[in-house]
């Protein structure tokens, strides 16, 4: 008799309400923040909307995924969990075993791989697998590898070039900065990245990339990219941290102000290393960067990120369907 299958949707989570925000802070810091950075955190919430959108738009998504899942056949239930918030991953592993999961699929809605973070999420769900009589723990792909979630973006792309008054736009591909000494060898992030970023702009009708360094058409900027073509574009690092030493790059805001200098007057930031809204978007896109290049003379344009868009539905079955 087929066993019933568990698929564990994780995340790193996020405040669900302003109240949560230092509660937060202290599990993801692994210590108490400080009043005053718990009141600075606080703001950028509130203007936000009050809370980190993550945890209900992760909860979305699992609904989704579980309705087209039981539509193609399969007798599965779906549930996300937060590494540092509620849901736990903890919370929805059990929650799937009372449901009659004997065994689970894990995926990330971290879409790219890197080393450190995809060996934190493996480890909390198998940790928390353990004891619940959980024995068969099967890990998706990460998804950036999915055609869907490169279409969403590609196609994304597409559509704010030509919605964008400006008349000559930078295309700026973004992703969340890692520091350089959390990439070990051959870690796969920044390739998975560059893979993507070529994706997308081929689908976007864009050149293909390629290291640059010293473009006299982007003076200062060392990236992967294409600085010439119908548009230029690159890609760029953002939501670097406070921790000391190096961090990917080039960043949003260096890019910002090379732009501006070599006269582009639009900028169109693709977030492809996002999958659902969060800080990094809604606060460090939305009014960090979008003030950056107002003060700069650059009109702004985000592209959305996939949220619960079939695409990234589809992206999920396609990672998820071959290991149930």
């Not at 989704?64 to 996300?80: K, N, Q």
């Not at 590494?83 to 059990?94: D, F, N, Q, T």
């Not at 690092?237 to 501006?260: C, F, H, I, M, N």
Request: aromatic fraction near 8%; charge should be negative; proline fraction near 6%.
């Amino acid at each position: 008799m087929a066993q019933r299958t568990g698929v564990l949707l994780m995340a790193f989570g996020g405040p669900d309400s302003l109240e949560s925000v230092g509660p937060f802070m202290a599990r993801f810091m692994g210590c108490d923040p400080s009043p005053e950075a718990v009141a600075a955190a606080r703001r950028k919430y509130a203007a936000i909307g009050g809370a980190s959108p993550l945890p209900a738009v992760a909860a979305e998504v699992a609904a989704a995924l579980e309705a087209h899942l039981v539509r193609r056949g399969h007798d599965v239930v779906v549930r996300a969990g937060m590494r540092y918030w509620e849901p736990s991953i903890s919370s929805a592993l059990r929650e799937l075993r009372e449901q009659g999961a004997a065994r689970v699929v894990t995926a990330s809605l971290s879409a790219f791989e890197s080393r450190v973070t995809c060996e934190a999420f493996r480890s909390c769900a198998l940790e928390a697998a353990d004891g619940l009589e959980i024995n068969d723990v099967r890990e998706a792909p990460a998804l950036h590898r999915a055609r869907q979630y490169r279409d969403f973006f590609g196609y994304a792309c597409a559509h704010a070039l030509e919605h964008m008054n400006a008349e000559r736009p930078l295309v700026v591909m973004t992703a969340h900065s890692l520091p350089v000494s959390d990439l070990v060898e051959d870690d796969p992030y920044p390739a998975g990245l560059r893979e993507v970023a070529d994706a997308v702009a081929a689908i976007a009708g864009l050149a293909e990339g390629a290291e640059f360094d010293g473009d006299e058409r982007l003076p200062g900027i060392a990236a992967f990219g294409s600085p010439g073509g119908v548009a230029p574009w690159l890609l760029a690092y953002q939501s670097k941290g406070a921790r000391p030493g190096a961090w990917l790059g080039p960043d949003l805001a260096e890019v910002t102000d090379a732009a501006a200098a070599a006269d582009f007057n639009g900028l169109v930031v693709v977030p492809i290393g996002f999958a659902v809204d969060h800080m990094e978007t809604l606060w460090d896109l939305d009014i960090e960067a979008a003030g950056h290049a107002g003060e700069a003379g650059i009109e702004f344009l985000r592209t959305a990120v996939p949220n619960t868009d079939d695409d990234f539905i589809e992206a999920l079955v396609w990672a998820v369907e071959p290991l149930l």
